[in-house]
């Protein structure tokens, strides 16, 4: 399978302070990623930022669809990135996830900030599986809310919390836990976002003998297994987010 793709940016359009949505040609790309997966992108031509940057796939329908924060050098650089310009970009990179059995009833997402990112393409996957999608938002403000009105065409209920109490609940998005049916047999839980959020998931989960994936963020360097610059603890010992995650079993990680 083809990994490096050239593909042109068909939009790289500002949302709001911080966060911007790119939109990148199909290529061969698209139709090869699964929910999950990541693409490492070279920020541009010359070698300043030198290590690649990674970003889950938002969605790959007609597009490959990227949602970033810009964090410092590299996504700084990105958001000048203009309609047109070429982007060098690996992937589908990393495990995706597993997708529920049919006798799964409720399907929680758990997301907080740019975490959320991923659960786009799952939802697009899960959307006519016959699932209650429901997505639990944690972001800082309203300005990290974006998209929600996306995730609801899909069909999912969505509960959001905020850090400042903008929108939703004020606090953390542990407070949405109550809107989870404990049903080990019917409840599958996925999450993505800061480490101390998706140890509070495991930690709920394993209280409640709940299944479910979490997708690891670490900083990566080669994005490929090799440097092993992006190490979890795992109860199998140590695992390389890139390669043998960044989907991992919820329960496999030790924070
Ligand atoms: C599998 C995976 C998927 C990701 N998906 C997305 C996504 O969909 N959208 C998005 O905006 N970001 C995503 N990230 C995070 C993104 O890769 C970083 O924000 C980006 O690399 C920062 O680059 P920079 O040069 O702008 O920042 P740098 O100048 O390298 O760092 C700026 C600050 O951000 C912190 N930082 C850098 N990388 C990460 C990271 N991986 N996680 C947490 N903090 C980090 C640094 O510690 C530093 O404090 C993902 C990361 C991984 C590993
Ligand atoms: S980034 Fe090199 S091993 Fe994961």
Redesign the pocket.
């Known amino acids: 399978m083809k990994i490096q793709h050239q593909l042109k940016i068909i939009s790289n359009k500002k949302i709001t302070d911080k966060l911007y949505h790119l939109v990148l040609e199909h290529g061969k790309l698209a139709a090869q990623v699964k929910p999950g997966q990541f693409v490492e992108v070279r920020i541009q031509e010359s070698l300043e930022p030198f290590f690649r940057r990674p970003f889950s796939v938002f969605r790959s329908q007609k597009a490959v669809e990227i949602f970033y924060e810009v964090r410092g050098k590299g996504t700084g650089i990105l958001s000048s990135q203009v309609k047109g310009a070429m982007l060098d970009v690996m992937g589908p990179l990393g495990t995706a996830f597993t997708l529920p059995a049919k006798k799964i009833k409720q399907v929680v997402m758990i997301g907080g900030g740019i975490g959320v990112a991923p659960f786009m393409a799952l939802s697009d996957a899960l959307k006519n599986r016959g699932h209650d999608l429901l997505l639990l938002y944690g972001g800082r403000s309203k300005e990290f809310t974006f998209n929600m009105a996306e995730f609801k065409k899909n069909g999912c209920k969505v509960f959001i919390s905020t850090d400042d109490g903008s929108v939703g609940v004020k606090g953390r998005v542990s407070e949405l836990f109550d809107k989870i049916e404990i049903n080990p047999d019917t409840t599958m839980l996925y999450t993505c976002g800061p480490r101390p959020m998706m140890a509070s998931v495991q930690k709920f989960a394993q209280e409640h003998g709940l299944k479910g994936q979490c997708s690891c963020e670490e900083v990566?360097?080669?994005?490929?297994?090799?440097?092993?610059?992006?190490?979890v603890k795992t109860t199998a010992g140590y695992k390389?987010?890139?390669?043998d995650g960044p989907v991992f079993d919820l329960h496999e990680i030790v924070w």
Not at 220 to 231: E, I, N, P, S
Not at 240 to 243: E, G, L, W, Y
């Open positions: 990566m360097a080669c994005g490929v297994g090799v440097c092993l610059g992006c190490v390389t987010v890139c390669h």
